[in-house]
Each structure stands twice: as structure tokens, then as C-alpha cells.
T-cell receptor, first 118, second 114 residues
Framework: GAVVSQHPSWVICKSGTSVKIECRSL??????MFWYRQFPKQSLMLMAT?????????EQGVEKDKFLINHASLTLSTLTVTSAHPEDSSFYIC??????????????FGDGTRLSIL | AQKVTQAQTEISVVEKEDVTLDCVYE???????LFWYKQPPSGELVFLIR??????QNEISGRYSWNFQKSTSSFNFTITASQVVDSAVYFC???????????FGTGTRLLVSP
């Protein structure tokens, strides 16, 4: 159980394109989803936290207008990188967290999306 | 503020050697969780273990073992008789009560050669 699917696995696109990444919880309801970013040979840094039905909370230094996050249902969150540029190339990983009897459960991670902007 | 330090950037061992990956954390919370994840070259994060702050018992799972010591704020990970398939980046992470956001260490790259 607790499977998180992230799509696409990798994407290559031209500079100026907007790219959408999907994160789905397949067998549980994810009240909260997290988006992380990882540069090569570096650690994972939290970009934003999204709760179903409300606006995402962004970490300091993350551009809200650049990285649009939507969490419209309990099983789907999307990250859209708008007008992507080469410096946005990175590995993006989502995680999803549900609840059980009112208590938060640990996060489960998707397999990540490798984004390359040419 | 929460912080996780993995001082070892990269470790190289030969197969069958034992190796310990260090993790030191900082938090003001009395209730928190510690995690270890493995990230192979393919990129996905593989969950290895979760520990809560009230459980200091060491844990062993096959060739893996973990040593949690609150007195030194450490949560070290030992691989016994390492294998080539253990080659990966290993992350230690911390979250406060309620499984809020995870704070990751910088990772330790383990290279196991035949």
C-alpha cells in the first residue's frame, strides 16, 4: 500500500515552455503533498507544501509564480514550471501524506521527474 | 530550527567490508522522527527506516542496523558485509511531530567496489 505515482519520469523541452508534473496517490487519500527539488549531487530541498483545496505554502526563496502548485483533489497534485529556463533543470520529487484516525501519517515519495530545459 | 548533518560526503569500501554512515541532527522538539533513505542512481528514494524520538532501541534488519543515541543527537546507519548493490546516496532526514516537512541531510555517497 501507500503508492505514489509521479509522471512524467523525465522530460526534455525547449526554453520558454511550461511543464506540468503530476503526483498521484494511488491507494490512499493524500491530504498533504510536498514538492522537493534536487540539484545534481545535492540534497533534497522542500519547495512547497500543499493541502487539498487550499493554496500551497512555499518555502523561502521559491518563486510562487514560477512554480505553480495545484492540489485540487485528495489524490492529485500538480507542479507547473512556467516559462522554464535551463536553470530550472533539476530533479523534482513529490511526496504525499495521508491521515489515519485523524493523525498524520509518514510521507510516501514518488519516483521523481528529471527535467531538462534546452 | 531543524538541521541534519551528514559529515561524510563520500565513502568508498570494498565488498564485504562493514561501513557506518553518520547522521547528527538538531531540533528543539521533544517529539520528532528520524529517517534513512537510499537513493540509487535511478533517482527514486527508497525508504529504509523511521524512528521516533521516544524509541532509542537499536534496530537490525538483515545487513542493516541503526544506532539511535539521543545523548549525542545521532542516528547512525551501519551496513554489514557491504555489497555492490549497496552503492547509492544515503540520506538521513528529520521531521517534527505530525510528520511535517522533512529536513534532509546533504547525503553520503557510498561506493562499494567488487
Amino acid at each position: 500500500g501507500a503508492v505514489v505515482s509521479q509522471h512524467p519520469s523525465w522530460v526534455i523541452c525547449k526554453s520558454g515552455t511550461s511543464v506540468k508534473i503530476e503526483c498521484r496517490s494511488l491507494d490512499f487519500q493524500a491530504t498533504t503533498m510536498f514538492w522537493y527539488r534536487q540539484f545534481p549531487k545535492q540534497s533534497l530541498m522542500l519547495m512547497a507544501t500543499s493541502n487539498e483545496g487550499s493554496k500551497a505554502t512555499y518555502e523561502q526563496g521559491v518563486e510562487k509564480d514560477k512554480f505553480l502548485i495545484n492540489h485540487a483533489s485528495l489524490t492529485l497534485s500538480t507542479l507547473t514550471v512556467t516559462s522554464a529556463h535551463p536553470e530550472d533543470s533539476s530533479f523534482y520529487i513529490c511526496s504525499a501524506r495521508g491521515t489515519y484516525r485523524g493523525l498524520n501519517q509518514p510521507q510516501h515519495f514518488g519516483d521523481g521527474t528529471r527535467l531538462s530545459i534546452l | 530550527a531543524q538541521k541534519v548533518t551528514q559529515a561524510q560526503t563520500e565513502i568508498s569500501v570494498v565488498e564485504k567490508e562493514d561501513v557506518t554512515l553518520d547522521c547528527v541532527y538538531e531540533t528543539r522538539d521533544t517529539t520528532y522522527y528520524l529517517f534513512w533513505y537510499k537513493q540509487p542512481p535511478s533517482g527514486e528514494l527508497v525508504f529504509l527506516i523511521r524512528r521516533n524520538s521516544f524509541d532509542e532501541q537499536n534496530e537490525i534488519s538483515g545487513r542493516y542496523s541503526w544506532n539511535f543515541q539521543k545523548s549525542t543527537s545521532s542516528f547512525n546507519f551501519t551496513i554489514t558485509a557491504s555489497q555492490v548493490v549497496d552503492s547509492a546516496v544515503y540520506f538521513c532526514a528529520l521531521s517534527e511531530a505530525g510528520f511535517q516537512k522533512l529536513v534532509f541531510g546533504t547525503g553520503t555517497r557510498l561506493l562499494v567496489s567488487p
